[in-house]
């Protein structure tokens, strides 16, 4: 019980310094905001803090620190000290920055602030990278929400089935104007996945559930390794590459620049008191990381988190287990395949006013995602999850130079650099260590990866330090 008070704890002290600091570094200013300078109904709609707020926190969150924390889990209490520290120092700040340098863009999609800061060929490989990413994101909060329905209606309403009705969903979602579906609807499910969280928190209690403790010793009970495994499987609620291809969409909406710190990285903080509640639990509530590993392994993500809500909080917890596991993917997957339409037009300077070319653009996304909803979901889950990390180290990277360029100093880049390298030897290493990658031995795969991440840095501190035409911020 002290370490989770204490984690919460810190990652409120963390909104209010460290998060201060970051904003102070950032300098954010009175100048119009994308929704304020131009409203265009769709995408471009002025809305209220707590409304952006809310939303974000349903954009970034979905099942996400849910389900990785329970998996994160598996390795023990160590899981902790990455969700506060990871969120505090990496995934906030990947958060803040991404959706401040797209306001200061325009509104921009992630590929182009890449590009803008990396240069021509990050820009087209992050064009190409973060689509697949958003179809990947799409797909799997497809199918497991699809799955979970199923078992819950008559025989006839399918998995099949469901994921057609999802998909009618995903096209309504991703066409209509931000505040008529995501708007009215999001402010609701984030509120029920915070309650969500606070109802398991207080049943544990009541319960007489002994949370865990700190430990740094490894507990996964098949000895997996922490590095680079743990910081992968846990990606919302640490740090994770998605919600870069989230916040622009916040960014065409947030009225006044200086909101920017309640929503972008106040809703990663949120999400992780989210994160650190399930993980919790998970272990309390199965006694070991063993019993909770056995849980996922026969019941699944979504059957844990059903299991947990009803044992603690009875036909209540039920019901909020299965909006949370069954609303809160779907509102991942609209907002991905959105975001995915968004990406592409700001790519081809394609206009989003007119509902003809929102569909051209929208129709053959769906239609991919449909086609990879038939692929195994263990095996699209596993490459999201690297692509998400290697997202979230290419953005880190391209935040950093933004600051080089634009901060007081170069050198306050460092608030960025610290945490895109550490995602490079994450990246790096997990990908040459994974059974989807090379499948490499530790002693092999990770002086690679420190090196790589070394190299990356070398690199950044290269052209960064050697930025002596500070630019204007003015546009950028």
């Known amino acids: 019980m002290i370490t989770f008070c204490c984690a919460i704890l810190l990652l409120i002290v963390g909104f209010f310094l460290y998060g201060k600091l970051v904003e102070r570094v950032f300098r954010p200013d009175d100048r119009p905001t994308p929704a304020i300078a131009h409203p265009d109904g769709v995408d471009y709609v002025p809305m209220k ?68 800061y990396l240069g021509k060929a990050a820009k ?35 998995a099949s089935f469901w994921v057609v009705v999802i998909l009618a969903y995903y096209l309504l979602a991703t066409l209509l104007p931000i505040d008529k579906v995501i708007g009215k609807l999001y402010p609701i499910f984030g509120g029920v996945l915070v309650l969500m969280a606070v109802g398991i928190i207080g049943g544990l209690i009541a319960g007489g559930y002994r949370l865990p403790e700190l430990s740094l010793v490894n507990q996964h009970p098949d000895g997996q390794p922490v590095w680079p495994f743990m910081f992968v499987t846990v990606a919302c609620g640490a740090v994770s590459g998605f919600h870069a291809t989230q916040s622009p969409m916040m960014a065409r909406c947030i009225t006044q620049e200086k909101d920017g710190r309640k929503v972008f990285y106040g809703a990663m903080i949120a ?15 199965y006694g070991a990381t063993g019993g909770l590993q056995q849980a996922l392994a026969d019941l699944g993500q979504s059957g844990v988190v059903y299991d947990i809500s009803v044992k603690l909080l009875g036909v209540f917890g039920g019901a909020l287990a299965i909006i949370g596991v069954v609303a809160c993917p779907v509102s991942s997957g609209d907002t991905a395949f959105r ?30 995602g449909a086609l990879l909803t038939q692929l195994n979901f263990d095996v699209v889950w596993r490459y999201f999850s690297w692509s998400n990390q290697t ?8 935040a950093a130079m933004y600051l080089a360029r634009n901060a007081q100093k170069w050198w306050y880049s460092v608030l960025c650099a610290v945490p895109a390298a550490f995602m490079s030897g994450v990246s790096c290493t997990y990908i040459l260590m994974a059974k989807e990658g090379f499948q490499l031995s530790q002693t092999i795969a990770y002086p690679i990866g420190a090196a790589f991440a ?23």
């Not at 819950?152 to 309403?157: A, E, G, K, Q």
């Not at 008191?273 to 309390?284: K, M, R, T």
């Not at 592409?344 to 769906?366: E, G, M």
């Not at 997202?391 to 391209?398: C, D, F």
Request: glycine share 10%; charged share 15%.
């Open 124 to 158: 087209q490989v992050m064009r190409v990278f973060s689509v697949i990413l958003l179809i990947l994101v799409g797909a799997v909060f497809t199918t497991s929400p699809a799955a979970l329905i199923a078992r819950l209606t008559p025989d006839w309403m399918n």
């Open 391 to 398: 997202l979230a180290m290419i953005t880190l990277w391209a």
């Open 271 to 285: 999400e992780s008191v989210i994160a650190l509640v399930w993980a919790a639990a998970g272990i309390a509530f």
């Open 339 to 368: 975001s995915a339409r968004l990406t592409i037009a700001d790519s081809f300077h394609i206009d989003q006013s007119k509902l003809p070319k929102r569909l051209a653009i929208t129709l053959p996304l769906l239609g991919v």
């Open 49 to 116: 803090t707590w409304r952006v707020f809310l939303i974000q926190l349903l954009n970034i969150a979905g099942t996400g620190p849910i389900f990785g924390a329970l998996m994160g889990a598996v390795f023990g209490p160590v899981v902790f000290l990455w969700i506060v520290f990871g969120s505090i120092l990496g995934g906030a700040v990947h958060d803040y920055m991404s959706g401040m340098i797209s306001v200061r863009m325009d509104g921009a999609s992630v590929s182009e602030i890449v590009g803008k």
């Open 454 to 476: 070394l190299a990356c840095t070398a690199l950044y501190a290269v052209k960064a330090g050697g930025k002596k035409d500070r630019q204007l911020r003015a546009g950028e």
